[in-house]
């Protein structure tokens, strides 16, 4: 593959230049070459407006009738859940339910269509560019078309508009014209988030290692590591007392220690990804065995911190010494195999890629709004739609939340290790073929009989769970998977509760439909479950070892330095 990167010699190649500003995804090329095959498959293109025009004819009849007060029902079906349009007028109100019914009924012919393309790469980005185009016309993202937006405004005589409009125009000039998600002024770092009393322990140009007061009298000898992603902070793995899974493991009787990487700068673009597998949890592993004296040490990590943790799985496997140093691994959340990579897959191809590395190139870093933005399309009308109708069409203020304050404040991702992640994961899947190299020597996660906890949650939309239930295939070890309800994030924070439920199967075929189709549905949260898996991979009780050492003291109470950067 070229490199598409200036390394001062003289200008980039044109071909990547005005594209990759103008474009940088490739959804123009995607969306023209649509329209350049159905133009050439007429058939396809008149069947979709027969049907199209079919459908308005019913929706008129049906209008008419519910006007006089008849309850027919029109042809287009209403998702039971879609909060878009939750409002009772939608129901009651025939000419906005003649809007909602021409609405989806467009919305199903723009898919239609897009689906009719090209199986390849350009097809699959068609596909998605359609999907945000219906997803932003959708009438309740207009005042006009968005009936409780209306209501508010003749309740407020018009003082709802003008805040919605003020807010409107101060997330273009101070958010990057997106809705603002959430108000980040009440919850503070420390005391609401990341609250969990603990110590910071070691540090390195990386990251800092927090080791976490203990909360029992009695903790199993074997310590936990908590390999969290780089791409936000850490404290989506201490969130809020209750919410905490840091807090949840210490509850249990665990001795738990948390990396917090660094936010890079300019100066970090040459540090790659072996840099963050050496100087992450390899350092993190020493300095843990060191403070507890313990033999071996139980792995919990979380996506890209996950993905890191196998890639150590694997390296550690090629000597004796190493492959004995852990005890389990948690997979949170987290490919292995990239060959599923989902949504996210239409941002990941070679020639996105290559546009990517050469927008890092000239500032050494990925920009954190660039990989929050991406996130953000993936679950649009909940991270950017819900938020353009309740803050910019009734003028409401931002919610608190603590999971949406810890989604805003991304971090930055060094250029080479970047590259080196899109390549060596997402384009050429080594890690999964066997073929990734660690210090010029290639690692293979089949030769780890590290026993694994893979979780994986069933609306993830980053991490796909078909794809997370690849590692069962891939793994030597022991392996018990586990499927949770919720997203990428909740899914993850997930304490006990009454409306939690997770899925259970202890066989496991090639095939995650197979498995899904056996697996049982349990009550509860999964971390009750992981909660007696870890239990019994804990050793013996102890009395809760000193934290720090002679060697690694005590350098600030958590959380640290590099969390606030």
Not at 26 to 51: C, H, S, V
Not at 300 to 317: E, F, K, R
Request: with cysteine.
């Amino acid at each position: 593959m070229a490199e598409a990167r200036d390394d001062g010699a003289g200008a980039p190649d044109p071909d990547w230049g005005l594209g990759a500003i103008a474009d940088p995804v490739a959804f123009g090329e995607a969306i023209a070459g649509l329209g350049k095959r159905l133009a050439g498959d007429p058939g396809a293109l008149a069947g979709a407006t027969m049907r199209f025009a079919t459908g308005l004819v019913e929706i008129g009849a049906t209008v008419a009738a519910r006007a006089v007060g008849a309850k027919t029902e029109g042809p287009m079906p209403t998702a039971d859940r879609d909060p878009r349009f939750a409002d009772q007028a939608w129901e009651s109100n025939p000419g906005f339910y003649g809007l909602r019914q021409c609405y989806l009924l467009w919305a199903r012919t723009m898919r239609e269509l897009a689906a009719s393309g090209s199986d390849d790469e350009l097809g699959g980005k068609a596909e998605f560019a359609v999907g945000q185009l219906v997803d932003a016309l959708a009438p309740t993202n207009f005042l006009l078309g968005n009936p409780t937006a209306l209501k508010r405004a003749f309740e407020t005589g018009g003082s709802s508009v003008a805040r919605g409009v003020a807010r409107f125009l101060d997330d273009v000039a101070t958010n990057g014209g997106w809705p603002r998600q959430v108000d980040t002024s009440e919850l503070e770092l420390g005391r609401d988030l990341a609250a969990t009393p603990g110590k910071v322990v070691y540090r390195n140009r990386l990251m800092e290692l927090i080791q976490y007061e203990p909360r029992t009298e009695s903790v199993f000898e074997l310590p936990i590591l908590l390999s969290p992603p780089w791409i936000n902070k850490y404290y989506v793995m201490d969130l809020a007392p209750g919410k905490s899974f840091a807090e949840w493991a210490l509850d249990q009787g665990h001795t738990v220690f948390c990396i917090s990487y660094r936010n890079p700068d300019e100066s970090f673009r040459e540090i790659g990804f072996e840099d963050y597998l050496r100087e992450g949890p390899l350092e993190a592993l020493d300095v843990v065995q060191e403070i507890t004296g313990a033999s071996q040490v139980n792995v919990v990590g979380l996506c890209l911190g996950a993905t890191l943790a196998a890639v150590m799985l694997a390296d550690l496997a090629r000597t004796k010494g190493g492959r004995e140093r852990i005890r389990s691994a948690t997979l949170l959340n987290a490919l292995v195999d990239f060959s599923e990579p989902g949504p996210l897959g239409n941002f990941v191809d070679a020639r996105t890629v290559a546009r990517l590395e050469q927008r890092m190139a000239k500032r050494g870093y990925l920009e954190a709004s660039e990989m929050a933005g991406t996130f953000n399309l993936l679950r649009a009308n909940d991270l950017i739609w819900r938020y353009v109708s309740s803050s910019w069409l009734q003028g409401e203020d931002p919610p608190t939340f603590d999971i949406l304050q810890w989604n805003e404040d991304a971090t930055r991702m060094p250029a080479r290790m970047h590259s080196e992640y899109l390549h060596w994961m997402y384009l050429e899947n080594r890690l999964a073929q066997g073929t990734l190299e660690i210090g010029g020597r290639t690692v293979s996660l089949a030769k780890s009989p590290v026993e694994l906890y893979i979780l994986s949650a069933r609306e993830d939309h980053i991490t796909p769970w078909h794809g997370c239930y690849r590692t069962t295939q891939l793994a030597g070890g022991p392996k018990r998977f586990v499927l949770t309800s919720s997203g990428h994030i909740a899914g993850i924070v997930n304490p006990p509760g009454p409306k939690r439920k997770h899925w259970m199967n202890d066989a496991l075929p090639a095939d995650a439909d197979e498995w899904l189709a056996g697996a049982a549905e349990q009550p509860g949260s999964w971390w009750e479950d992981w909660a007696r898996w870890a239990a019994d991979r804990g050793g013996k009780r102890r009395e809760p070892p000193a934290t720090g050492s002679a060697a690694h003291p005590p350098l600030e109470g958590a959380p640290g330095t590099y969390v606030r950067g």
